[in-house]
């Protein structure tokens, strides 16, 4: 029993450090090694033949100066600036988009809901890069939506809207949606009615009622829904690369660019170690409203 | 009918699915152009699909992408239900809360961190890079969603009745393979299929982990997408989109019968009882 126990924990727990803890040391070690031309392209190496003495100088050689590096260029800071105000802004705009729908769901007579479900998660299961792609034809200059628009005498001459943060904005909202519609429709699913006919026979117009008790009581869903949209969005790399064009700076399109093309290794894992350490205090935070929520259900 | 369900709630409906929907649905009418514009309609012809279907490149990569999906989502399936065996049932044991935050951890950290991170741990150790590494990678962050998943059923699973086993002389291993197993059942096949799902979709994660030697699908598509619009896309974009909606909605279907067959047999029961 014992041995069986201990080998059903010992299984996934050593995948998990081997493939998950054991690359970030690595990530963390190569972010404060130096770049050089050489295979692999950093330095100082660690050599075990080397011994304790080996260790003791390899430590030594380690240095924040990547990190200092992150600082002074503007590129970087400009990069993790942007990322986290696309990511804020977009996050406003899904839950501006996703509210309604949610509130049309719970609000749906009750046999078309699990149809209804089944319409805001059947995207989710197609390819997020072909969703993306989608919207490449919709926003370029001979896109969809500039033929139409100059076909009904709107505009003149076609809109730039591909290649701008705008695009991104849009994909982001898109692809997203799903993630901010479902947390809010559990929470307004489960929405007592009588409070409603409580406020507005105590003299609510309908919207007040809507703002004044809906909103209130739709609150864990609507801040589950954002962390799910805003966490992923500020590390997003398909959307900018995509959509974006070289005038939106994303940081982790920079993270991309700084391995696949410049190969400096140290940099981009200087920048990898900093974004999670920013992104941590959003996780944290998410974390706890869930472990709140699910005390309160219990 | 809801009296609550009003028009502006049929509006925001219309509109939202209008928005999920236009989008993909402009794509599958632009897969059947004639023309290489894909933004200018030239007529109607499935031109695109043939010479997709001869597109060696397309059909490596398609075989590539099902291998790595088929094998990474099984291995993720049985290690993601160990891993939810020890969050729910293992009790304390030294390292729990770091085994609970190395399960969490990966669904949120960005794929452009997770995919660094695994290519310096394979160069690191000298691995090869291709469809080996990519399956390690995408069993790794695989196994845990198939863990949230499992573990929350197993949470509502009511454990007196493995007791009932145990004490009814089964073996522990029979007692969880002929009543805990049936049980979690559907939690484990929608790991499996969650699994598979992100494996055909994950592009970033791939693009790190493999080498030259191997190319999955979605690496293939963003080459191609990168250099713009692409009729040879469209039309695969259509026949993914195919797949993954009869799918969705064959399970959904098969979900309801099987829901509505056992509230019968319930029904039944209580009546002859």
């Known amino acids: 029993m014992n041995l069986r126990r201990l080998l059903l924990i010992s299984v996934p727990y050593a995948w998990l450090l081997l493939l998950f803890l054991v690359p970030f040391g690595i990530v963390l070690k190569i972010s404060l090694s130096d770049q050089a031309l ?5 330095t100082p190496t660690f050599d075990l033949a080397a011994g ?28 993790y600036l942007s990322s986290l105000q696309i990511a804020a802004l977009s996050t406003v705009l899904t839950l501006l988009v996703g509210y309604p729908i949610a509130y049309g769901m719970a609000n749906a007579p009750t046999e078309w809901r699990p149809t209804l479900m089944m319409l ?3 995207p989710f299961w197609t390819s997020f890069l072909i969703r993306v792609y989608a919207w490449i034809g919709i926003l370029g200059q001979n896109g969809y939506l500039n033929q139409l628009l100059l076909w009904t005498g709107v505009i003149d001459e076609p809109l730039v809207m591909l290649n701008t943060p705008f695009a991104v904005y849009i994909g982001i909202v898109y692809t997203y949606l799903p993630f901010m519609v479902l947390p809010i429709y559990a929470t307004l699913e489960k929405l007592d009615h009588d409070l409603l006919e409580a406020a507005e026979d105590l003299g609510c117009s309908r919207f007040q009622a809507f703002w004044l008790v809906t909103v209130p009581l739709s609150k864990p869903g609507i801040i589950a829904g954002s962390f799910l949209v805003f966490i992923p969005a500020v590390g997003e790399f398909v959307i900018p690369s995509l959509l974006g064009g070289s005038r939106t700076l994303m940081i982790g399109k920079v993270l991309w660019d700084e391995f696949f093309s410049n190969r400096d290794w140290p940099t981009a894992s200087a920048v990898a170690v900093l974004l999670l350490l920013i992104l941590i205090v959003p996780i944290v935070l998410f974390q706890r409203h869930q472990q709140k929520m699910q005390e309160l259900d219990a | 009918m809801n009296k609550r369900f009003s028009w502006f709630n049929a509006t925001s409906l219309t509109l939202g699915f209008a928005f999920l929907y236009l989008p993909i649905l402009i794509l599958i009418i632009y897969s059947f152009n004639e023309s290489k514009l894909v933004t200018v309609w030239a007529g109607f012809s499935t031109k695109w699909y043939g010479v997709l279907l001869h597109d060696q490149a397309y059909l490596d990569a398609v075989k590539i992408t099902l291998k790595v999906a088929v094998v990474s989502s099984t291995v993720a399936t049985i290690l993601g239900t160990m891993a939810a065996w020890v969050l729910v049932r293992a009790g304390r044991f030294p390292g729990r809360t ?11 950290v960005p794929d452009v ?11 690191a150790m000298g691995l090869d890079r291709g469809v080996g590494t990519i399956i390690l990678a995408h069993t790794t962050f695989s196994m845990c969603y198939v863990s949230v998943v499992v573990s929350s059923r197993l949470v509502s699973f009511d454990m007196s009745l493995e007791e009932a086993a145990l004490d009814l002389g089964c073996s522990p291993f029979d007692a969880f393979r002929s009543v805990t197993l049936p049980i979690i059942a559907p939690a484990v096949i929608s790991g499996w299929l969650l699994s598979f799902t992100l494996s055909l979709d994950d592009l970033v994660i791939s693009s790190f982990a493999s080498g030259p030697s191997a190319t999955t699908l979605p690496m293939k598509i963003f080459s191609q997408v990168r250099l713009g619009l692409n009729p040879e896309v469209n039309a695969l974009s259509t026949i993914m989109i195919a797949i993954v909606t009869i799918g969705v ?16 047999q319930e029904q039944a029961a209580l009546a002859q009882g």
């Open chain 2, 98 to 108: 770091l085994f609970s935050g190395m399960i969490y951890a990966p669904l949120v």
């Open chain 2, 249 to 264: 909605v064959t399970s959904s279907v098969l979900t309801k019968r099987a829901s509505v067959r056992r509230q019968r």
């Open chain 1, 52 to 79: 304790w003495q080996g260790f003791v100088d390899f430590l030594s050689k380690l240095d924040f100066e990547n990190y200092s590096w992150l600082t002074q260029d503007d590129l970087y800071w400009k990069a």
């Open chain 2, 113 to 123: 961190i997770t995919g660094l991170s695994l290519l310096l741990l394979f160069i």
């Open chain 1, 38 to 42: 050489a295979i692999p392209p950093y």
């Open chain 1, 120 to 122: 805001v998660i059947l």
